[in-house]
């Protein structure tokens, strides 16, 4: 049964459904909301996805999501060429940078390995990585990959396939997140933050 | 300071966080998808969205989204054209179609009378709905507004202007859900289904 009075409607229904996260009902609410904006403004909505979408170039360093074939990141003469955090995708990219504390590069894998969902090495970044670290003075990588299974994985493989390479390969602190409660932290964290203990004074100034 | 690594990116998620329910998380999550679709994909989720605003009409007669001046319900001859439904929106058109238990037509307010909203009766598709009924040999409106206290206010505003016209005014049934239990249904509608209870036989063959 079509309960929808209109065509466009429900086309347009349909489209915003196709979004994750987005039911039916969570789509209509939507295209209701946007039939009550000016036209102008659902024209700068569609538009903007249409051109993201058109005009996005990933820079050919680090795969970060550009403007330009090299992104504002890798062309920073101010940002230290040395260094290179690795991570999965562009929301890791985001959420160090929000983070101020980074001023290195960046090197986005586009995924970790998941023999289950069947991405498999090929299917990631990472022969342009080992290019990158040949060819170019890099003297550190940081892994800032998930603590899951794949992220180990790929954590590993990378490691492996730098063995032969004069790199230092680091990985981000795991430990109590700054404001968790210690016994609502799970063991393993917990344990981890016990085994990687930093000198109290370490800790000062920060 | 600026996160994102591209203006084309941070536009639309500027744009998404726009919507409602959509906070800028969510906003960057449906961008990066969008970035991983196909362009004909996006290109055809923008357009929907801006044709569907551009080309939407209101029925002349109901108020209902419709791609024609008149819509298919009110188009519709197997309809009973005597029977006029006042609901608030369109998805009250909607939710009332999918239960398949009405064929008459609809008349959309497009909101309820709101003091605390700044909606008067004015803003509403009041005066249309009088003249429906003035002109249209109409025998019967059944209100189906939201039982709260605007859409008791906007109920009572209609009688009381319908007052002098020959017209049956209805609301739809108040009671305890179908599968709801007793023990959680609140006081007011559990009140109102005792006052106005049925004959046991009436409810057969439902």
Same mark, same amino acid.
């Given at each position: ?7 466009? /409607?429900?086309? +347009? ?5 196709? /979004?994750?996260? $987005? ?6 609410? /939507? ?9 102008? =403004? ?7 996805? %249409?051109?993201?979408?058109?005009? !996005? %170039? ?6 970060? !999501? ?6 504002? %990141? ?9 260094? $290179?955090?690795?991570? =999965? ?14 001023? #290195?590069?960046?090197?986005? &894998?586009? #995924? ?16 342009? /990585?080992?290019?990158? *670290?040949?060819?170019? +003075? *890099?003297? =550190? %990588? ?15 493989? *990378? ?5 032969? *390479? ?5 990985? $981000? +602190?795991?430990?109590? @997140?700054?404001?968790?409660? &210690?016994?609502?932290?799970?063991? $393993?964290?917990? #344990? ?8 109290? =004074? @370490?800790?000062?100034?920060?």
């Amino acid at each position: 049964m079509n309960n929808f009075s209109s065509k466009l /409607l429900e086309t +347009a229904v349909n489209e915003l459904a196709k /979004l994750p996260g $987005i039911g039916k009902k969570s789509a209509v609410r /939507l295209a209701l909301h946007l039939l009550r904006q000016n036209t102008q =403004e659902v024209e700068s909505l569609g538009n903007a996805l %249409i051109k993201m979408r058109n005009e !996005i %170039i990933f820079c050919k360093n680090c795969f970060n !999501i550009s403007d330009t074939e090299i992104c504002e %990141i890798c062309n920073n003469q101010n940002r230290d060429a040395g260094l $290179i955090c690795v991570v =999965e995708d562009v929301r890791d990219v985001m959420a160090i940078e929000n983070t101020a504390q980074f001023r #290195g590069l960046y090197h986005v &894998l586009g #995924g970790v390995i998941s023999p289950m969902d069947g991405i498999g090495p090929g299917d990631l970044n990472i022969t342009p /990585l080992l290019l990158r *670290i040949e060819k170019q +003075a *890099i003297r =550190e %990588i940081i892994m800032a990959l998930s603590p899951t299974m794949e992220g180990d994985t790929t954590n590993f493989y *990378i490691y492996k396939r730098l063995k032969n *390479i004069k790199v230092l390969v680091t990985t $981000i +602190a795991r430990g109590v @997140s700054i404001g968790d409660n &210690l016994e609502f932290t799970d063991e $393993i964290t917990l #344990g981890r933050s016990i085994v990687n203990r930093l000198p109290y =004074e @370490s800790t000062f100034n920060r």
